[in-house]
């Protein structure tokens, strides 16, 4: 098995990740490092690290499987705790994984000067203006749907509805349901301005365009934990990518409990 392990910057990560070559090392006949080419990419740190885990091997994401080593912070997308390392390596070592697969956002961001990019990510998109309002029409396959003025919008993936979308106010999806989900931030809504002021989540087929009223307003553009600053944006599309992000899942945590373990907790009060 090739490996490749991503590990963030600080030094709990840093050891946990020398622990873990200490412990695969123990087994060259069945694992190589692989950093260029890996099968299985290990991220130890928290989400943050996974994302941009994520973001560095997104030129081979369709062969490429995550597993993440939880190191503090909230690690909802970990399934193995930092003192877990023998254990996930017998694991390795013996058992077949499940293969998990979850959708990611496609960002179609169409610039005024004509040029154009695609952007994978798999938590969200998000459109704030830097400085008042945003104003924006939004678009449902062509049709427009609602002009929006407010501070932004998010595209959320099901797996980034925890994230982001969660804080402000968006419902936390099932990764099965291949989806995005809209959801405003700060939105005016009185007897002169409207919108849906709810999110809304479309399917597999649908695309969501938004198009700055104001094309040269200074707008931030962040795809996860990347982002651009720029006057520049005609429009951006938003639709479920045809590629998906895949987990090695050794010993699968239902979704619901990991939403649970991560906001709920174990205390139930009478
Ligand atoms: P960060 O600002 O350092 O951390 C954002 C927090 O979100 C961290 O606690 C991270 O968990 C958690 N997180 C990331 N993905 C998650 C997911 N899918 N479900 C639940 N929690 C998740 O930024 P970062 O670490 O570079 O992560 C970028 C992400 O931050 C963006 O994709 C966006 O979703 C999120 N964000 C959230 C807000 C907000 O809630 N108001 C604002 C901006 C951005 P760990 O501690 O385990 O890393």
Known sequence: MRISIYQNKSARSQKVSDNLKILLSEHKHRFTFDEINPEVVISIGGDGTLLSAFQKYLDQIDQVRFVGVHT?????????????????VDSLLQLQPQTIKYPLLESIVQYSDGSQKRVLSMNEAALKQISGTLAADVLIDGELFERFRGDGLTAATPTGSTAYNKAIGGAVMNPS????QLSEIASINNQVFRTLGSPLVVGPKEVIRVVPLKADNEIILSHDHLNETTDQ????????????????SYRHTPFWRRVRNSFIGDEVVD
């Not at 944006?233 to 090695?248: D, K, N, T």
Request: hydrophobic residues 55%; glycine residues 6%; negative net charge.
């Open 72 to 88: 503090g912070h909230l690690g909802f997308y970990a399934d193995w705790q930092e003192f877990e390392l023998d254990e996930l």
């Open 177 to 180: 349901l291949a989806s995005i």
């Open 233 to 248: 944006i005609a429009w951006v599309e938003f639709r479920v990518a045809h590629e998906q992000v895949s987990f090695a």
